[in-house]
């Protein structure tokens, strides 16, 4: 087997808190365990990886070293470095297939399996996870989907079970047009797809429009999920800064100079940063799009869980010119499982796009579709929203009161006015990798502000989320979050940190 080759493939990222011996570190194990790197494979001598990886020697012994301590090598003195021949458990049944080297080139984001095995499952045992977005499964409305569900029985119609079209359940479709039209986005049946969550919406955007090397715009900051597709897909990530307001001087300049494909933008709570796009910068930004004839596609999860005043109009009920493709989902208003979002795009877009999602699935889940109709042809939504807005409230100000209570001055926040999250900003000295290896040992978790930036931008930042537990298991995660903030605090203060220093990071 070509190791070399199935190494060359480990991408580094100086930018990143994460030590670069850790990367390699993590790189390696993910190999070991899926059996790129089978037992008894010889690992290269420290001097050939480090220049395969660029990285100092040391930084490999380090690597290395690390690896040993936990099982993973062994080093036979005067032989080399090896794969263990019992790794820890894998659970893998194929140890024979070097699958790294089968896949086609894919994206992986450095942080992306640190951040798996740290952000458990949110309502697994004694953590408190604040990482995931999703709604409280308490608030799952079970009794409204078997009431839903029952009301349907004696008519429901075998037909509706087969192979529908893979535009949608069309009754779900007209429901979802009429539903939209009232909230002020006009839409017809035909200008609806249904689609397995907005994630796969974005995906079939992004098969639709985008060939490598393509430019887009994104804000920066923005959702993990949206750099991640345009990334396999080989776009290039053009960041506009979303402090707040919107640049549109920069995002003038991106389209002229770059003629981007589309821009991807959260108008409203945006993830990560809970910001709402002022309607003035809405309308500035529509009457660029409109002029240079650019694309904007507007992900809206969470224009429906507001806690004060609602958003300004969407981007889609300002669009002048029909350029606006809109994504909206049920995950976070109903839960995330039922998997069911829609895109609302010109007749043409919604074609193209049913088009590639036919070699994707042939259609979504008819029984969801068949109870979302039925939610939204009863009604059923209205009192469920008005529930989780008051509830969410409460608990948006439960966490911000504890984090003045117990995480001040060392992070500050905005108070978001709907949406699932609050961005907290840390003082410099702090990493958010560092902080959450810290929170781990105390049992809670949140997302690391670097996961949200494309380029492997360092950020100062966290997400927590505050929708999935109550106000007094938020205040306790909070509190501990204060603890481990001081720890963290504590040690940078004692440590000179290396990228401050200007020394080699390894
Ligand atoms: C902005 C944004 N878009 C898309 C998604 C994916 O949602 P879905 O469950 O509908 O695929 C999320 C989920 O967190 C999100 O925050």
């Known amino acids: 087997m070509d190791i070399t ?46 220049r395969l990886l660029g990285v100092s020697r040391t930084t490999v012994i380090n690597a290395y070293s690390l690896l040993e301590e936990r099982g ?168 506009l800064p979303s402090a707040g307001k919107l640049d549109l001087e920069i995002f003038e300049d991106y389209l002229i100079r770059y003629r981007p494909k589309f821009f991807y933008t959260m108008a409203d709570f945006q993830n990560p940063t809970g910001r709402v796009m002022s309607l003035s910068d809405r309308q500035e930004l529509i009457r660029l799009a409109a002029r240079h004839r650019l694309t904007i596609i507007e992900d809206d999860p969470y224009s429906l869980l507001y806690y004060g005043s609602p958003p300004p109009p969407s981007l889609k009920q300002l669009d002048t010119y029909g350029g606006v493709i809109h994504i909206g989902t049920f995950s976070k208003t109903l839960f995330p499982g039922l998997r069911t979002g829609w895109v609302h795009a010109a007749a043409p877009v919604i074609n193209r796009l049913a088009q590639e999602k036919q070699y994707v699935d042939l259609h979504s889940h008819n029984l969801a579709q068949l109870i979302l109709h039925t939610c939204l042809e009863e009604d059923a939504l209205t009192p469920h929203l008005a529930k989780v807005r008051r509830e969410y409230k409460k608990r948006r100000n439960a966490m911000a009161a504890a984090i003045r209570k117990y995480c001040s001055p060392t992070m500050d926040f905005d108070l978001a006015e709907g949406g699932l999250y609050l961005w907290g900003r840390l003082t410099p000295a702090i990493l958010p990798t560092e902080l959450l290896r810290q929170a781990a040992t105390l049992g809670i978790s949140f997302v690391p502000g670097d996961a949200f930036y494309a380029h492997g931008a360092v950020s100062h930042e966290i997400r927590l989320c505050f929708a999935t537990h109550d106000e007094e298991r938020l ?23 290396p990228a401050a220093a200007g020394r080699p990071i390894i």
């Open 72 to 239: 993973l090598v062994s080093t036979r003195v005067g032989s080399g470095t090896f794969v263990s021949s019992e790794p820890a458990a894998t659970g893998s049944p194929s140890p024979t297939m070097p699958w790294e080297q089968l896949f086609t080139p894919g994206y992986k984001a450095p942080l992306s399996s640190i951040m798996r095995s740290i952000i458990a499952s949110p309502t697994a045992d004694d953590t408190i996870s604040m990482a995931a977005g999703m709604p409280d499964p308490a608030f799952y409305p079970v009794d409204m989907i078997h009431a839903l569900l029952d009301s349907r029985r004696h008519s429901l119609d075998l037909a509706d079970l087969g192979l529908i079209a893979t535009e949608g359940y069309l009754p779900l479709r007209r429901s979802i047009a009429a539903w939209q039209s009232r909230l002020g986005k006009t839409a017809s049946p035909e200008q609806i797809l249904v689609v397995s969550g907005s994630q796969q919406g974005l995906f079939l955007i992004v098969k639709s429009f985008i060939e490598p090397r393509d430019y887009v715009i994104l804000e920066s900051p923005t959702y993990l999920g949206a750099i991640q597709v345009l990334e396999a897909a080989g776009a290039r990530l053009l960041c």
């Open 475 to 497: 205040s306790e995660g909070i509190r501990r979050l204060g603890r481990a903030l001081a720890a963290t605090g504590a040690a940078a203060a004692t440590s000179v940190s």
């Open 5 to 50: 080759k199935t190494l060359s493939g480990i991408h580094l990222n100086a930018a990143l808190s994460l030590p670069l011996y850790l990367q390699i570190v993590t790189a390696l194990t993910v190999k070991i365990q899926d059996c790129t790197l089978p037992a008894g494979s010889k690992l290269p001598p420290e001097r050939e990886l480090s």
